[in-house]
């Protein structure tokens, strides 16, 4: 067996292809991971004749027969697909692709309302809040929801298609009313980095933003809003 780590062309359907356990990686920009590849079950057999590798941009492969073990110690690249493969005695080369997702969590959630703070709406009139977040990696797996107190307002998905850290902005329009009054709004970031799940991966909220709402006698209501600054979640 020859180990290299250099794929010309691939053949993803042949019938013995490599297994990569996991099948997908999930990484912090700058952790430590790994995955382990079993080449074959018999079509690289016998071992002699056949080259046995795992292409790589990052990180280091050993191997133990048909197992490889591809380790990287800190993953700082945004964007890379490692691939295990085989060459058999015929020259054909049978490939599998590992496929590592790199993220990195928000630095800052804020949220605000277009306009001063502290400025004066009138009761009923339509307001927009904004929701900022601060370097966030991949932003195409970003999802951001608007609250006021505990009920869900609506919620957003970015068009981004950018792996790197970005910012991204969010608005919401929203309604005042005399039930306001002292009513919290924030939203969240939320990156969804598990297919086929319904759960969030990782969450990252804002602080409050406290709506204060001055309802006259004679009907003229006004609406103001000021920020109140809490800790990250």
């Not at 306009?115 to 932003?139: E, F, M, R, W, Y």
């Not at 009920?151 to 790197?164: F, I, N």
């Not at 991204?168 to 309604?175: A, G, I, P, Q, V």
Request: hydrophobic share 30%; aromatic share 8%.
């Amino acid at each position: 067996m020859t180990f290299f780590s250099c794929v010309s062309s691939c053949d993803y359907s042949c019938p013995d292809k490599p297994v990569l356990t996991p099948s997908r990686l999930v990484v912090k920009y700058g952790d430590p991971t790994s995955a382990i590849c079993v080449a074959c079950q018999k079509y690289c057999l016998p071992l002699e004749e056949s080259v046995i590798g795992m292409e790589a941009s990052r990180g280091k492969a050993t191997s133990n027969g048909t197992t490889l073990t591809w380790k990287v110690d800190h993953l700082r690249e945004w964007e890379l697909t490692p691939k295990c493969f085989y060459t058999d005695k015929n020259n054909k080369q049978c490939c599998t692709n590992l496929f590592v997702t790199v993220y990195q969590p928000p630095e800052a959630v804020l949220i605000s309302s277009l306009g001063p703070n502290g400025q004066v709406l009138d009761c009923g009139q339509s307001i927009t809040l904004q929701c900022s977040v601060h370097k966030v990696a991949p932003a195409r797996d970003l999802i951001v929801n608007f609250y006021r107190g505990h009920t869900q307002l609506g919620h957003m998905k970015s068009k981004s298609t950018v792996k790197e850290p970005v910012n991204e902005t969010f608005t919401f329009s929203y309604k005042t009313s005399k039930d306001d009054d002292k009513a919290q709004f924030w939203c969240e970031a939320v990156l969804n980095l598990e297919p086929g799940t319904t759960q969030p991966f990782l969450v990252v909220k804002s602080g409050n933003l406290t709506a204060t709402v001055h309802c006259k006698p004679e009907g003229k209501k006004q609406t103001q809003f000021s920020p109140q600054i809490l800790p990250q979640v």
